[in-house]
Nanobody, 126 residues
Framework: QLQPVESGGGLVHPGGSLRLSCEASAYRLDYYSIGWFRQAPGKEHEGVICISSDGRVTNYADSVKGRFTISSDHTQNTVYLQMNSLNVEDTGVYYC???????????????????WGQGTQVTVSS
């Protein structure tokens, strides 16, 4: 499957945590970078964070620094997004996407990433 597949979304209370997974079975993570993005209702896609093939992390959203962590398991071709201290502003559909280069771009543009998953819904609500 060429598209990555996200999982792990759900409903969580403010202050709670979720871990999202992005399985990119068609891609060896030794050669690709993976980004996480989100889209809140009525808003444009927002870049969240990206991990390069060698594990370097690029943050795109100041609002998640210190709360969200990205990691990768090359043996499973899977990238994880650990989200802690969630708040209602984190609500949205979360997507992962594959970039055809081993490094992350310094800024987020949708066109920099070629293969997008279908997304997983994250809802933060009391």
């Amino acid at each position: 499957q060429l598209q990555p597949v996200e999982s792990g979304g759900g409903l969580v209370h403010p202050g709670g945590s979720l871990r999202l997974s992005c399985e990119a079975s068609a891609y060896r993570l030794d050669y690709y970078s993976i980004g996480w993005f989100r889209q809140a209702p009525g808003k444009e896609h927002e870049g969240v964070i990206c991990i390069s093939s060698d594990g370097r992390v690029t943050n795109y959203a100041d609002s998640v620094k210190g709360r969200f962590t990205i990691s990768s398991d090359h043996t499973q071709n899977t990238v994880y997004l650990q989200m802690n201290s969630l708040n209602v502003e984190d609500t949205g559909v979360y997507y992962c996407a594959v970039r055809g280069f081993d490094t992350c771009p310094s800024t987020f543009e949708k066109s920099f990433f070629g293969s997008w998953g279908q997304g997983t819904q994250v809802t933060v609500s009391s």
